[in-house]
């Protein structure tokens, strides 16, 4: 009987050169396609939104912060330290939010927007103010009615005891 050999286990010989291979033909770099550049705008777009969003929820925490603190100082309530009374429980200092702001050339620029934390307080005065003269506006020409209309029965009674004297 003859030997079959099993030709699976032979070793395969390929002559491989060393030498650097010159491609002539190259893959071009992947291009960004429209749709890509598009989608990357939307996004920036979107995180900017997100950025000023997260700043205003950031403003009212801080505005919130705030009106405790002004609560807490009214109740004087809280804890004192020290056994000294504190004029106020919280300082306030220049505050400010991180801000996107979009360019007339489309481009953004990343800023900070100034907290205003005292505009409640002088919303508050403002309005006291423009209710004390309309009060006062009122009330003067409530009293001018009343000179007037007591003046013009005075006159029409003068006349009238006038008119009645003399007959």
Same mark, same amino acid.
């Given at each position: ?63 919130? &912060?705030? !009106? ?5 100082? /009214?109740? *004087? %309530? ?8 504190? $004029? @106020? ?36 005065? &403002?309005? !006291? ?5 309309? /009060?006062? *506006? %009122? ?8 000179? $007037? @209309? ?18």
């Amino acid at each position: 009987m003859k030997q079959i050999q099993d030709t699976d286990k032979k070793p395969i010989l390929l002559k491989v050169s060393l030498l650097p291979i010159s491609v002539t033909t190259a893959i071009a770099p992947l291009q960004p396609q429209q749709e890509k550049i598009v989608s990357e705008q939307e996004r920036l777009i979107r995180q900017v939104k997100r950025i000023n969003q997260m700043a205003g929820e950031l403003e009212a925490a801080i505005l919130e &912060l705030k !009106a405790i603190a002004n609560t807490l100082n /009214t109740q *004087k %309530r809280y804890p004192v330290l020290k056994q000294e009374l504190w $004029k @106020n429980i919280c300082q306030y200092f220049a505050v400010s939010v991180p801000w996107v702001k979009r360019k007339p050339d489309d481009s953004f620029i990343l800023t900070t927007r100034k907290v205003d934390l005292f505009r409640a307080e002088r919303e508050a005065a &403002l309005l !006291a103010q423009q209710l004390r003269q309309q /009060t006062k *506006k %009122r009330l003067t020409s409530q009293r001018h009615r009343k000179n $007037k @209309n007591g003046t013009e029965a005075d006159t029409k009674s003068f006349f009238k005891k006038i008119l009645v004297h003399k007959s």
